[in-house]
Nanobody
Framework: VQLQASGGGLVRPGGSLRLSCAAS????????MGWYRQAPGKQRELVAA????????NYADSVKGRFTISRDNAKNTVYLQMNSLKPEDTAVYYC???????????????WGQGTQVTVSS
């Protein structure tokens, strides 16, 4: 299983970016897909996640109202639309997925390679 993330870059404060992450390989189901971020000198933190069963979404308080997570289940892809970006959003963003390889398998955590988002004037 691989998670391939894309869409990072440099943007001015107030600007927008859209991150994408596609899961590939052989697996039975994806239970959760989401995004984490890690700024220099800080711990990795949850940004947003979406749970397959029920479609529940969760956001960090710091991004509520500015970021939107969505999924295309047919493409096994999760997106993060980031609007009204602030310098404090600068971080490496990591795609995360909780995936079940088989019907009777336990779910496992998978990570993408990380994509840099820099918000600066």
């Amino acid at each position: 299983v691989q998670l391939q993330a894309s869409g990072g870059g440099l943007v001015r404060p107030g600007g927008s970016l859209r991150l994408s992450c596609a899961a590939s390989g052989r697996f039975f189901s994806i239970d959760v897909m989401g995004w984490y971020r890690q700024a220099p000198g800080k711990q990795r933190e949850l940004v947003a996640a979406t749970i397959t069963s029920g479609g529940t979404t969760n956001y960090a308080d710091s991004v509520k109202g500015r970021f939107t997570i969505s999924r295309d289940n047919a493409k096994n892809t999760v997106y993060l639309q980031m609007n009204s970006l602030k310098p404090e959003d600068t971080a490496v963003y990591y795609c995360n997925a909780v995936i079940r390889l088989g019907l009777l398998s336990n779910s496992r955590n998978y990570w993408g390679q990380g994509t840099q988002v820099t918000v600066s004037s």
